[in-house]
């Protein structure tokens, strides 16, 4: 395997289940019903952006999924907090910005625009994957109006790929066994996640964007600016992760000023999915001892 220093491995990303790299992307119903798990709760559109949130008051907690992934990564995580904070989940435009500025930098540019336009002075970030790598740019250019910051299987400072060639269109069991890849138990990539991706992987026109904001990753290593982020962050990692291994969450904890981490075993590159309890207990009990629930 071929080791790169940040971001997004190109066969990797397209092999990555809607959830594992919010490319994690899946497309799903109205943008809503991801592969595995329908969130209930309407789609709401003004103007170029689209989301779902808990409750229209209260302390914001904004999710920001992965390159194939939807808003159903986080629909356990939905459901723990929205009695607890206003949860916000915007849709990332992965696949509708023009190619040619289609990157990283592009998608936390739309979701400055997003906590904008819902007038929010400062929100909770949580970020799987790529959505975390995009939280990351936002709290660089916006360090006061981030709160906390929560990192779970980030990119930004590096990535396995699984190898520089791409997947042949026809070959499914080359997608089915990356997107097993992702998770430590196999069994959570279902037949709809791997024609999810399937599907991606034959769609010219969400290749060539995946390829673009994987590129864009890789241009953008966040090494250098982690020291200067002194929000508190929280940190929790599957320790069989073999997209972003054990050894970049130990980088991210030395590298942030105030960070915590914390391991959840038998668990690969989508802990929320993958055991959704644990990551909700500990994302729980660090909120509290860091006073932001009461």
């Not at 459901?79 to 023009?98: E, N, Q, S, T």
């Not at 997107?179 to 599907?199: N, S, Y």
Request: proline share 5%; aromatic share 8%.
């Amino acid at each position: 395997m071929v080791g790169l220093p940040t971001g997004l491995s190109l066969v990797h990303t397209l092999a990555f289940i809607a959830c594992a790299f919010g490319r994690e992307r899946l497309i799903g119903l109205a943008f809503i019903c991801g592969v595995g798990i329908c969130m209930e709760h309407d789609l709401i559109t003004e103007g170029k952006y689209r989301y779902v949130q808990s409750a229209t008051e209260g302390t914001p907690l904004v999710l920001l999924h992965g390159l194939f992934g939807a808003l159903s990564n986080f629909e356990h995580l939905f459901a723990h907090f929205a009695g607890k904070m206003r949860v916000i989940i915007p849709m990332l435009p992965l696949y509708d910005l023009p190619l040619a500025t289609t990157g990283a930098k592009t998608l936390s540019k739309h979701v400055e625009g997003f906590i904008d336009h819902l007038g929010l002075e400062k929100v909770h970030l949580l970020g799987n994957s790529l959505g975390g790598h995009v939280g990351l740019i936002y709290t660089k250019r916006n360090p006061d109006r981030v709160a906390s910051l929560t990192l779970t299987a980030s990119s930004g400072l590096y990535e396995n790929a699984f190898g520089s060639s791409f997947p042949r269109r026809e070959d499914k069991e080359f997608i089915r066994n990356k997107v097993g890849e992702t998770f430590f138990d196999p069994v959570h990539a279902t037949d709809e996640l791997v024609d999810e991706c399937f599907a991606i992987v034959n769609d010219r026109n969400r290749v060539l964007r995946i390829l673009a904001i994987a590129k864009s990753a890789i241009r953008h290593n966040m090494a250098a600016d982690l020291p200067n982020m002194k929000q508190p962050s929280c940190l929790i990692w599957g320790r069989n992760d073999t997209i972003t291994p054990p050894e970049v969450a130990d980088e991210f904890k030395a590298l942030l000023p105030d960070a915590d981490l914390f391991w959840i075993d038998q668990c690969g590159h989508a802990p929320m999915m993958e055991h959704p309890e644990e990551f909700n207990r500990i994302l729980s009990d660090w909120y509290e001892r860091r006073g932001i629930l009461g």
